[in-house]
C-alpha cells in the first residue's frame, strides 16, 4: 500500500514518536510510506535520518485549514496515496478534507482520552470524511463512541508499540548516564519522562518524592522533558527543600541511554481526560525497569499489579510515595518486577505487532 502519515504538532513527544515508529515498520512491512509535518519539525529530521520520504507543509491557522487540505490533496494524487492516517488534530481536519471524494481512506489516529468533537467542521469530519479511527487503548474508544456519537464498528483499539535497543545497550549506557548525571554507585535513581503540563502530575511526583526523601536519602529523582511548568516545579522542589535530589534535564533525544540509567520508573498522570497510552511507560518496560504508576486512561493494561510494577489512585501522594518505596526497598523485586514488564512487552507492546495491527486495518479499508 502507499500510506502518508500525519502530525501537525509543533513539538516531538509520544505521538511524534508513534509517527517515526510506525512509518519505519510499516516499510518494513513492504509499503511505500510518507511523513508529512510541520517544515523543520524534528520528526521530519528523524524520517530523513530513516531514509523515509517526508512532506513538509504548513499545519498552522485554522483559517488555513482547507488551503492546507488543498496541498495535501493535491500531494496525495502526485503519490497515488491509498492511506492517509492522520494523528493531531489540525491534520485530522485537513486529511479529511483532503481525502474526501478521492477514494483515499482517511483513518483518524486518536491518543488522548478526550472528545475530538467540538463544532461543525469536526462533526462533518467525524461522520463523513473519516473512514475510521485507531485509539491507543479502549478508554479512547469509549470516549469516542459514548461522547462523539461514532459507532463502535469504526473504532479500532491497537496498542502503541516501541522498538528497543539492541541485546548489550543497557549496561554500556547505563554506566555513561550515571557517570555524566554524577549518580554515585550506591544512588538508586527513579525516572520519570513526560511533558512539563498539568495532566501529568508532576506535582504529585515531588510530593510522593519528598515523602521518601525523609526515609531515603540515597535516592535521586531524574525529570525528562520540558513545558509550561517548568519554573513552577522547580520553585516546589524548592519549597519541599528536596531540589538537589531531583534533576530536571528538559528535553532529551537520548531517551534510550537514559532509560538504561535508572532503576526504577514513575508516571504520575492525572485523571483529566487527557492520558491515554503512555509511551514513556513503554520505554520503561522496554527497558526491564520495574513501574509505578497511576491507574488512569490506558495505563491499567500496560501494567500488571504485584508482577512489573505497582498501579495507585491519582493525585495521592502518599499511596505513591508507599508504592515506591516498596520497590525500592527490594532489588530482587525489581529484578523480578523488570523482567516481567519485559516480557509482557514482548508478547504486547513490541512496534511490530502494533504495525501488524495496523495494517489489518489499512487493508479492511
Known amino acids: 500500500m502507499k500510506i502518508l502519515l500525519t502530525n501537525a504538532t509543533d513539538i516531538?513527544?509520544?505521538g511524534e514518536d508513534y509517527v517515526l515508529v510506525l512509518a519505519s515498520q510499516l516499510r518494513r512491512r513492504g509499503h511505500e510510506v510518507w511523513v508529512s509535518a510541520l517544515p523543520g519539525h524534528l520528526l521530519?529530521?528523524?524520517?530523513?535520518?530513516?531514509?523515509?520520504?517526508?512532506?513538509p507543509l504548513e499545519y498552522r491557522g485554522m483559517s488555513r485549514v482547507f488551503h492546507v487540505a488543498g496541498q495535501l490533496r493535491r500531494a496525495m494524487r502526485a503519490q497515488g496515496i491509498q492511506i492517509v492516517h492522520s494523528n493531531a488534530n489540525y491534520d485530522r481536519t485537513a486529511?479529511?478534507?483532503?481525502?474526501?471524494?478521492?477514494?483515499?481512506?482517511?483513518?483518524?489516529?486518536?491518543?488522548?482520552?478526550?472528545?475530538?468533537?467540538?463544532?461543525?467542521?469536526?462533526?462533518?469530519?467525524?461522520?463523513?470524511?473519516?473512514?475510521?479511527?485507531?485509539?491507543d487503548a479502549d478508554a479512547g474508544k469509549r470516549v469516542l463512541v459514548e461522547d462523539d456519537g461514532i459507532a463502535p464498528s469504526r473504532v479500532t483499539t491497537v496498542p502503541i508499540g516501541i522498538e528497543?535497543?539492541?541485546?548489550?545497550?543497557?549496561?554500556?549506557?547505563?554506566?555513561?548516564?550515571?557517570?555524566?548525571?554524577?549518580v554515585a554507585d550506591h544512588t538508586l535513581?527513579?525516572?520519570?519522562?513526560?511533558?512539563?503540563?498539568?495532566?501529568?502530575?508532576?506535582?504529585?511526583?515531588?510530593?510522593?518524592a519528598s515523602i521518601v526523601l525523609r526515609q531515603r536519602p540515597d535516592v535521586l529523582f531524574v525529570i525528562v522533558g520540558d513545558g509550561e511548568l517548568e519554573e513552577e516545579l522547580r520553585h516546589r522542589a524548592h519549597e519541599?527543600?528536596?531540589?538537589?535530589?531531583?534533576?530536571?534535564?528538559?528535553?532529551?533525544?537520548?531517551?534510550?541511554?537514559?532509560?538504561?540509567?535508572?532503576?526504577?520508573?514513575?508516571?504520575?498522570?492525572?485523571?483529566?481526560?487527557?492520558?491515554?497510552?503512555?509511551?514513556?511507560?513503554?520505554?520503561?518496560?522496554?527497558?526491564?525497569?520495574?513501574?509505578?504508576c497511576t491507574a488512569v486512561g490506558g495505563i491499567g493494561a500496560m501494567v500488571r499489579e504485584g508482577a512489573s510494577g505497582h498501579l495507585v489512585p491519582p493525585d495521592d501522594p502518599p499511596a505513591l510515595a508507599r508504592a515506591l518505596e516498596g520497590v525500592l526497598e527490594s532489588p530482587s523485586q525489581r529484578r523480578s518486577m523488570g523482567e516481567a514488564g519485559f516480557q509482557h512487552f514482548l508478547a504486547r507492546y513490541h512496534a511490530s505487532a502494533m504495525a501488524a495491527g495496523i495494517e489489518e486495518v489499512y487493508r479492511t479499508l
Not at 45 to 55: E, G, I, N, S, V
Not at 164 to 182: K, Q
Not at 198 to 208: I, Q
Open 240 to 292: 519541599h527543600g528536596i531540589l538537589p535530589s531531583i534533576r530536571f534535564l528538559g528535553f532529551r533525544d537520548d531517551l534510550d541511554d537514559l532509560y538504561a540509567g535508572f532503576d526504577l520508573y514513575c508516571h504520575s498522570s492525572l485523571e483529566l481526560a487527557a492520558e491515554m497510552f503512555p509511551i514513556a511507560i513503554l520505554r520503561a518496560l522496554g527497558a526491564g525497569l520495574p513501574v509505578v
Open 12 to 14: 516531538f513527544a509520544g
Open 44 to 55: 521530519l529530521a528523524k524520517c530523513a535520518a530513516r531514509d523515509l520520504p517526508t512532506l
Open 164 to 182: 528497543v535497543p539492541a541485546p548489550g545497550h543497557r549496561e554500556a549506557a547505563r554506566a555513561r548516564i550515571r557517570s555524566a548525571l554524577g
Open 189 to 208: 535513581v527513579v525516572g520519570n519522562v513526560a511533558r512539563l503540563v498539568p495532566f501529568k502530575g508532576h506535582r504529585v511526583l515531588l510530593e510522593a
Open 95 to 135: 486529511a479529511a478534507f483532503a481525502a474526501a471524494g478521492t477514494g483515499i481512506a482517511h483513518v483518524a489516529g486518536v491518543h488522548s482520552t478526550h472528545s475530538i468533537q467540538h463544532n461543525v467542521t469536526h462533526w462533518i469530519r467525524n461522520r463523513w470524511l473519516t473512514r475510521h479511527f485507531i485509539t
